[in-house]
Nanobody, 126 residues
Framework: QVQLVESGGGLVQAGGSLRLSCAAS????????VGWFRQAPGREREFVAV????????NYADSVKGRFTTSRDNSKNTVRLQMNSLKSEDTAVYYC???????????????????WGQGTQVAVDS
């Protein structure tokens, strides 16, 4: 059974940083790309970033490019999202997800994914 668990969310001042983690179990993690999404109240879930299976290729939404960095440690079945220079508009629940087998890179749409974590709340106080 595939399980994804996000952690590291919290309340931070604008301009601050947070690092989210996504821990995976029940899957051969090193064979899978991993995506990050976020959803703010009243808004649709939106793409944040995706990292390929080996960690050497990434893709970011324009809104976070240059501020967020995703990385992975396959020996620990973990993916991280380092978020710097946070803005109030970054406030959302953040999710990690595994894309469907056969989906094309970069997987930027929610329907490209079939396994999701429960999410972790990030709140940026301006």
């Amino acid at each position: 059974q595939v399980q994804l668990v996000e952690s590291g969310g919290g309340l931070v001042q604008a301009g601050g940083s947070l690092r989210l983690s996504c821990a995976a179990s029940g899957v051969i993690f090193s064979r899978h790309n991993v995506g990050w999404f976020r959803q703010a109240p009243g808004r649709e879930r939106e793409f944040v970033a995706v990292i390929n299976w080996s960690g050497d290729t990434t893709n970011y939404a324009d809104s976070v490019k240059g501020r967020f960095t995703t990385s992975r440690d396959n020996s620990k079945n973990t993916v991280r999202l380092q978020m710097n220079s946070l803005k109030s508009e970054d406030t959302a629940v953040y999710y990690c997800a595994l894309p469907k087998v056969g989906s094309r890179w970069p997987q930027v749409a929610p329907w490209d994914y079939n396994y999701w974590g429960q999410g972790t709340q990030v709140a940026v106080d301006s």
